[in-house]
């Protein structure tokens, strides 16, 4: 797991900024972190995801056999976004089938391991393109077409467009409308969801990069203070949105941060910043900020409340590069054109206009998702444990699916800043990833 350290602005404030922190602004509506960034994402029709196809799926899976090297595969890579116009190609649509096939491996050693209780039965939250269920099924039906049989596979997606295209992906011509519906609903809301106290799945590939955070701040090592975001509504230009520090109020704010201050080591502080905090005022002291992952906090409650036999099964990005704004789990922001990417140094962009994408702590998931079953209406213990995803991928990938003619293999080596996470009831999620079933 990667070190986690807080991360400063710098100690002296600028005229300016005292000038610009001191201004007088009218209050307008005041939102928590999470309800802003949502908001930007996931607006019905001025949202991130509502405008357009930011997520893209190749025509045809790619032939990595034909790739002669390294470099042949970055350039096919960047050739689809070119042609397809989108923003992300997830590893899911850039490794098909191979990355579904491998997790329906997983699921299905798994499911055997339990005994094979009933009918195997996967929910996937946030499907993308489809392409994730299209693999896992077809994988299934050709090589477990007993478990295949008697299996049921949900996505509950957020998008209305995405929606629309999962249904038509999985429709008659898949061969697997039978076997797979849409439920177009808030994963993180309890109601919709439907009774299965017995033992599922729970897919969540890229997914918790795109929940909701919330964020804290602190100076000169004083009680961290929960942000809102004040303005800023339905595009107000005249009332720009700006954030405003106050006592933490809120109880997934207050349960994240306890949660994070548990699962994180004490910072090493250096004799220049022990001699700022103590020195300085609080006000010109350096400013301390953690973003708290408050919706899957509020995910793994409702899953724990919703399927209390749950195991989820979740992928994503366990650091990211050239962050530019500053804290601990900080965002990228990001608006992607033409295959060109232009960074954005703060999460107040206006609605709909960039991707907000976090890094995910595994260990602060673990806590999390551990504490949610604690206290669940009927609590049960759960075990989790967490694996780079080549790691995971040599244990369950067919060997040598995306090899290049070079040797390279980029199911093995690329996407080297993600991680794959398995936590929830013992009987689908012991032995810990790492190990094979």
Not at 196 to 208: D, I, K, Q, R, Y
């Amino acid at each position: 797991m990667r070190a986690i350290a807080l991360l400063s602005q710098a100690p002296v404030l600028s005229i300016a900024a005292r000038r610009a922190l001191s201004t007088t602004v009218e209050p307008g509506p005041r939102r928590l972190v999470r309800d802003f960034i949502h908001d930007s994402l996931y607006h019905p029709t001025e949202g991130y995801f509502s405008k357009g196809p930011s997520v893209g799926t190749p025509p045809a899976p790619i032939d990595f056999a034909s790739l002669g090297n390294e470099l042949a595969y970055f350039n096919r890579v960047q050739a689809l976004y070119t042609s397809l116009q989108v923003s992300w190609l997830t590893p899911v649509e850039i490794f098909q089938p191979h990355y579904g096939a491998a997790v329906a491996e997983c699921l299905a050693a798994r499911w055997r391991r339990a005994g094979a209780p009933g009918g195997l039965r996967i929910f996937e939250i946030g499907g993308g393109t489809g392409t994730l269920a299209q693999n896992v099924l077809d994988h299934l039906r050709a090589n477990h077409p007993s478990i295949y049989a008697d299996c049921r596979y949900s996505i509950v997606e957020i998008s209305a467009a995405l929606a629309a295209t999962q249904a038509a992906r999985l429709g008659a011509d898949s061969g697997h409308a039978r076997r797979f519906d849409v439920q177009r609903r808030d994963a993180t809301r309890a109601d919709g969801w439907p009774a299965h106290p017995g033992p599922c799945f729970v897919l969540a590939m890229e997914v918790l990069d795109n929940l909701a955070h919330d964020l804290v701040t602190r100076r000169g090592g004083a009680t961290w203070r929960q942000v809102s975001v004040e303005g800023g509504a339905d595009g107000d230009a005249a009332s720009p949105p700006r954030e405003v520090e106050g006592e933490v109020a809120d109880e997934h704010v207050a349960r994240a941060l306890a949660a994070w201050l548990r699962a994180t080591p004490p910072p090493r502080r250096g004799l220049v910043r022990r001699a700022a905090a103590r020195l300085l005022p609080a006000a010109l002291a350096p400013r301390e900020a953690a973003f708290l992952p408050t919706a899957a906090l509020r995910l793994v409650d409702t899953l724990h409340a919703v399927l209390p036999g749950h195991a989820l099964l979740a992928a994503d990005f366990d650091s990211l590069p050239e962050v530019s704004i500053r804290g601990v789990n900080a965002p990228l922001v990001a608006t992607t054109e033409k295959g060109s990417t232009r960074d954005h140094g703060t999460y107040l962009v206006p609605r709909g206009t960039a991707d907000i994408f976090f890094p995910t702590d595994f260990r602060l998931l673990a806590e999390l998702h551990a504490e949610a079953g604690c206290g669940a209406a009927r609590p049960r213990p759960t075990c989790s444990s967490a694996v780079k995803t080549a790691e995971f991928m040599g244990i369950w990938a067919a060997p040598g699916a995306t090899r290049t003619r070079s040797g390279y293999e980029p199911l093995l080596s690329d996407y080297s800043n993600t991680s794959v996470f398995l936590g929830g009831c013992p009987e689908l999620c012991d032995p810990p990833l790492g190990e094979r079933v």
